[in-house]
C-alpha cells in the first residue's frame, strides 16, 4: 500500500514527486497528466512512484491537500481580526499559491475535477469548523450552527477571492482583498 514516507531521503523523492505533478499540471492539464510522466519529470522510475502512490489521482490528492494545509496554516484562528490583517492574509494565501508548484492550477484542478473537490471541500469545512470554535469560545451566546455557517462563508469567500485574482490578473489584487475582508470581517463578527 503506497505510503507518505517520514525519512528524509524518501521525503524529499516524495516532495519532487509532487512538484513534478504541480509543473505539469500548469504545463498541461489533468487530462495529459500520467504517473510515467510524473515520475520522469522527477526523475525517478515508474516502480518508485508507485511506492508512495497508487495512480495519478493519489498523486493529485497529495499535491492538493499539500496545498490547502499550507494554505491554512497562514490562518489565524481569530474572528476579531481586522480587515486589513484578514487582506494581508489573503494576500499572503496568494503569494503562496504563486510560488507553490502549480499553485492556480492546482486550486482550479480542485474545484473542476470531481475526483479531487473533496479535498477542497474537506480542507474548507475543518478550517470553518476551527474559526467557528474560537468564535463560539468568544462569543458563547451565540449558535453554533450559525457559526459554522458564517465560517464556511467567509473560508469560501476567501478561496474564491484568491481564485479571482489569479483568474482576472489585470484586476488589483490589493482592492480584490480588501472588499473580500470586509466581507470576511462582516461574516465573522
Known amino acids: 500500500m503506497p505510503h507518505k514516507p517520514v525519512q528524509y531521503r524518501s521525503l524529499a523523492t516524495y516532495e519532487k514527486l509532487l512538484d ?19 515520475a520522469d519529470r522527477a526523475g525517478v522510475t515508474p516502480p518508485t512512484l508507485y511506492h508512495y502512490f497508487e495512480d495519478k489521482y493519489a498523486v493529485l490528492t497529495a499535491l492538493g491537500k499539500r496545498l490547502m494545509d499550507a494554505q491554512n496554516a497562514l490562518v489565524a484562528l481569530d474572528p476579531a481580526q481586522d480587515e486589513a490583517t484578514i487582506a494581508k492574509t489573503l494576500l499572503d494565501h496568494v503569494e503562496l499559491t504563486r510560488k507553490s508548484a502549480g499553485g492556480p492550477w492546482v486550486m482550479r484542478m480542485l474545484r473542476a475535477v470531481p475526483q479531487l473537490a473533496e479535498v477542497r471541500l474537506s480542507s474548507h469545512r475543518a478550517l470553518a469548523e476551527a474559526l467557528a470554535e474560537r468564535a463560539l ?53
Open 137 to 189: 469560545a468568544l462569543n458563547p451566546q451565540k449558535g453554533r450552527a450559525s457559526l459554522v455557517l458564517r465560517a464556511r462563508l467567509a473560508v469560501d469567500l476567501g478561496y474564491a477571492a484568491i481564485e479571482l485574482v489569479f483568474d482576472e490578473p489585470e484586476l488589483d489584487r490589493e482592492e480584490v482583498m480588501a472588499d473580500a475582508a470586509r466581507a470576511i470581517r462582516a461574516l465573522l463578527l
Open 20 to 38: 513534478a505533478a504541480g509543473e505539469l499540471l500548469a504545463e498541461e492539464g489533468v487530462e495529459r497528466i500520467s504517473t510515467n510522466r510524473i
